[in-house]
């Protein structure tokens, strides 16, 4: 009876501990992104572009690419911006973005993240 007892306990004791771990692991990949992020004190109007093409979703928001005018063609290989969701707006693969109407892109911070070609660091744009 003691045997059954210690080894029912040790099994209880495993699952707690195993989901114990995978509840750590998620909770560092979830912020891991968040502090990729460095916020200004005082979010600026950023002017560049008011067209992006999406191309790689990242949780709660998006690399894209600028807008860009050349000889009368717009095309987009403008600068890359990280583009912050408004809770609302989910983003996918190839979207363009054109901010509405009576609101403007403004650079919030810059968004650290790693490419094939090293770290780069990009501006953190919200519609608002």
Same mark, same amino acid.
Not at 46 to 64: H, P, R, Y
Not at 83 to 96: A, E, H, P
């Given at each position: 009876?003691?045997?059954? !007892?210690?080894?029912?306990?040790?099994?209880? $004791? /495993?699952? !707690? !501990?195993?989901?114990?771990?995978?509840?750590? =692991?998620? @909770?560092?990949?979830? @912020? @891991?992104? &968040?502090?990729?992020? $460095?916020?200004? &004190?005082?979010?600026?109007?950023?002017?560049?572009?008011?067209?992006? &093409?999406?191309?790689?979703? !990242?949780?709660?928001?998006?690399?894209?690419?600028?807008?860009?005018? &050349?000889? /009368?063609?717009?095309?987009?290989? /403008?600068? =890359?911006?990280?583009?912050? *969701?408004?809770?609302? %707006?989910?983003?996918?693969?190839?979207?363009?973005? *054109?901010?509405?109407?009576?609101? #403007?892109?403004?650079?919030?911070?810059?968004? #650290?993240?790693?490419?094939? %070609?090293?770290?780069? %660091?990009?501006?953190?744009?919200?519609?608002?």
């Amino acid at each position: 009876m003691k045997k059954g !007892l210690i080894f029912f306990l040790g099994i209880i $004791t /495993g699952c !707690l !501990l195993t989901f114990g771990g995978l509840f750590v =692991i998620a @909770s560092v990949q979830n @912020s @891991s992104e &968040e502090t990729n992020i $460095t916020y200004a &004190e005082h979010p600026s109007a950023f002017n560049e572009a008011t067209k992006f &093409e999406v191309f790689q979703v !990242l949780g709660d928001g998006a690399l894209a690419n600028c807008e860009k005018h &050349e000889r /009368g063609i717009s095309f987009f290989s /403008g600068p =890359i911006v990280y583009l912050v *969701s408004d809770g609302q %707006t989910q983003y996918y693969d190839d979207q363009i973005i *054109s901010v509405p109407q009576g609101k #403007r892109a403004m650079q919030t911070g810059t968004y #650290r993240y790693q490419s094939q %070609t090293g770290v780069r %660091t990009v501006p953190v744009i919200k519609i608002q």
